[in-house]
Nanobody, 122 residues
Framework: VQLVESGGGLVQYGGSLRLSCAAS????????MAWYRQATGKQRELVAS???????NYADSVKGRFSISRDNAENTVYLQMNSLKPEDTAVYYC?????????????????WGRGTLVTVSS
């Protein structure tokens, strides 16, 4: 499975950006997808996640400003980011998790994209 992010860039305080992540390869329909971010000198953190059924979860820091959605037919996940702040500046990574059946049972496999840089100027 390959994940390719797009949509990052430079935006002013209060602006908006929409990130996209296209998954290709052996993508199963029952996958969960998420966006993580990592700012310079900080640990990678979960921003938002969405299950195959559409259930969503957000970090407290982005609730009410960010929205995650997905297009299952296109194997694509989006992150709409509004009211951006300088503290949102980070590399944003796409993440996919899916269960693969093996002889021993279900093996959870995860994949990461290369990341896209979002810079918010004050």
């Amino acid at each position: 499975v390959q994940l390719v992010e797009s949509g990052g860039g430079l935006v002013q305080y209060g602006g908006s950006l929409r990130l996209s992540c296209a998954a290709s390869g052996r993508v199963l329909s029952t996958n969960d997808m998420a966006w993580y971010r990592q700012a310079t000198g900080k640990q990678r953190e979960l921003v938002a996640s969405i299950t195959s059924g559409g259930g969503t979860n957000y970090a407290d820091s982005v609730k009410g400003r960010f929205s995650i959605s997905r297009d299952n037919a296109e194997n694509t996940v989006y992150l709409q980011m509004n009211s951006l702040k300088p503290e949102d500046t980070a590399v944003y990574y796409c993440h996919l998790s899916q269960g693969v059946a093996t002889i021993e049972g279900i093996n959870r496999v995860t994949y990461w994209g290369r990341g896209t840089l979002v810079t918010v100027s004050s």
